[in-house]
C-alpha cells in the first residue's frame, strides 16, 4: 500500500482523481449519515467532495493523502501538522479523518492506513497523534483505542459543535 499526497493542479484538484475521491465516500453512507457533512448521504456529488477537500487543505498544515492498494484507491487520511487553533498549545499533529472504502471494511486497511500515517509523523519527529471521534460513531472508538490510542477528554468539534472524544497516542 502507498500513501500519495493529494497536490491540486494549477490550483484545482484533477477530475479523475475526483471522480475516485466521491466514488470512496460515496461508500460511506453510513459514517457520513451520522456526521451530517453531507445534506444527503444517498448523493454525495463531485461538486461537494471537492469543496470538502478544499476546506480540509485550506488549513495551514494540512495533507489529503490517498491510500492505493493495487492501484485502487482504498481510502485517505486528511492531516494537520498542528492543531487548527494555535492559542490550544496542542503540540501534536492531528489525524482530521481516516476514510476507507465501506466495500473492504474489515480487510485490513484501515489499520494499515493508519500506520502509515503513524509513521510519516514519527519519520518528521512528532512524539504523539491526536483526533477526534465522534460520540455517536462507537465503532470508530473501537477502531482508534485498537491501535493504542487513549482518550483525553471530551469536547465539541471546531466545525460543527459535535460531542467528541478526543485522543491520543504516543508514537
Given amino acids: ?16 482523481v475526483l471522480t475516485e475521491i466521491a466514488a470512496l465516500y460515496a461508500t460511506n453512507r453510513a459514517f ?8 444527503d448521504p444517498d448523493r454525495i456529488t463531485v461538486d461537494q467532495v471537492a469543496a470538502a477537500l478544499a476546506d480540509e487543505l485550506a488549513h495551514d498544515g494540512a495533507e ?4 492505493r492498494s493495487a492501484g485502487r484507491l482504498v481510502g485517505l487520511a486528511a492531516t494537520l ?3 487548527p487553533d494555535p492559542a490550544s498549545g496542542d503540540p501534536d499533529p492531528w489525524i482530521g479523518l481516516l476514510l476507507i472504502d465501506a466495500t473492504a471494511h474489515r480487510a485490513g486497511y ?46 465539541q468539534d471546531r466545525e460543527h459543535g459535535r460531542d467528541c ?7
Fill in 32 to 39: 457520513f449519515e451520522l456526521s451530517g457533512d453531507f445534506p
Fill in 110 to 155: 484501515g489499520s494499515a492506513v493508519a500506520g502509515l500515517v503513524e509513521e510519516r509523523f514519527r519519520a518528521a519527529g512528532r512524539t504523539g497523534v491526536r483526533l477526534a471521534v465522534l460520540d455517536n460513531n462507537p465503532a470508530g472508538l473501537a477502531f482508534w483505542q485498537s491501535r493504542g490510542y487513549a482518550a483525553l477528554r471530551h469536547a
Fill in 165 to 171: 472524544t478526543v485522543l491520543r497516542k504516543a508514537l
Fill in 81 to 83: 501538522a498542528h492543531h
Fill in 64 to 67: 489529503v493523502l490517498l491510500a
Fill in 1 to 16: 500500500m502507498i500513501l500519495q499526497p493529494l497536490a491540486p493542479v494549477d490550483g484545482a484538484l484533477p477530475g479523475p
